[in-house]
């Protein structure tokens, strides 16, 4: 099974509204955190937010936010007022075994985000 | 302070030659990992590394490729004999000890034609 999943290949939406990233994951780990990372076209990677597995609230880093429902074991990227900046290739990613030495981070696919006037 | 540095940023090679890449860590960073990006996927993990230790490289294909991240200076993606395959991003991010997050150098693009 895939570890991190991200159905929409591409999303559009319109300057200043807002728009939801989807992202699920996969692990039996009780202890995980997970990431979103914008690409955007000049190639660097540009962490944006964390959850980890243990926080009672969903993260939140200015327009950026993470609708984090552990039940479902889903960790969607929430940005409010989206901009023409913000059109970017979208990565979430996963750490597991926080507590362990294991430390490397599983990436998904990613979703293409485009911003239009 | 300067973040994780990654030279060269773009590179060429001609099949069968062998490629260095090179990744300085964030000042007070002790853990550098290295990924690849092929394109239009995502990043996969290919090794992470202590100073002067390998910690783990189960992403690493076992042939023409090699790791080091020694006591003094950058750390090293070698990649002997390349082929058209090898093309892609790659990758270095650094993080201090105990950290959760990463921060992730510019990457190098090599190209092996």
């Known amino acids: 099974a895939q570890k991190i999943t991200q159905t929409q290949p591409g999303m559009f939406v319109q300057e200043k509204e807002a728009v939801t990233l989807d992202c699920t994951y996969d692990t039996s780990d009780p202890s995980y955190g997970l990431f979103w990372y914008k690409q955007p076209s000049s190639g660097e990677m540009i962490f944006l937010i964390y959850?980890?597995?243990?926080?009672?609230q969903n993260a939140t880093e200015g327009r950026y936010s993470l609708n984090f429902q552990k039940a479902r074991k889903s960790a969607n990227l929430v940005i409010s007022a989206s901009q023409l900046g913000d059109s970017a290739m979208y990565f979430c990613a996963m750490r597991e075994d926080l507590t362990g030495t294991a430390s490397k981070l599983t990436f998904g696919t990613g979703t293409r985000l485009q911003v239009t006037l | 302070n300067a973040g994780v540095m990654q030279n060269p940023r773009h590179l060429v090679r001609r099949r069968g030659q062998e490629a260095r890449l090179r990744c300085s860590p964030m000042k007070g960073h002790s853990h550098v990992y290295w990924y690849r990006q092929l394109p239009e996927e995502g990043l996969k993990f290919m090794v992470y590394l202590q100073k002067e230790n390998i910690i783990d490289e189960s992403g690493m294909p076992k042939e023409r490729f090699s790791a080091e991240f020694p006591k003094e200076g950058p750390s090293i993606l070698r990649i002997q004999q390349v082929v058209r395959g090898d093309s892609a991003a790659y990758f270095c991010a650094s993080s201090p000890e105990g950290a959760q997050g990463y921060t992730f150098g510019s990457g190098t693009r090599l190209t092996v034609v």
């Open positions: 959850q980890g597995s243990y926080d009672q």
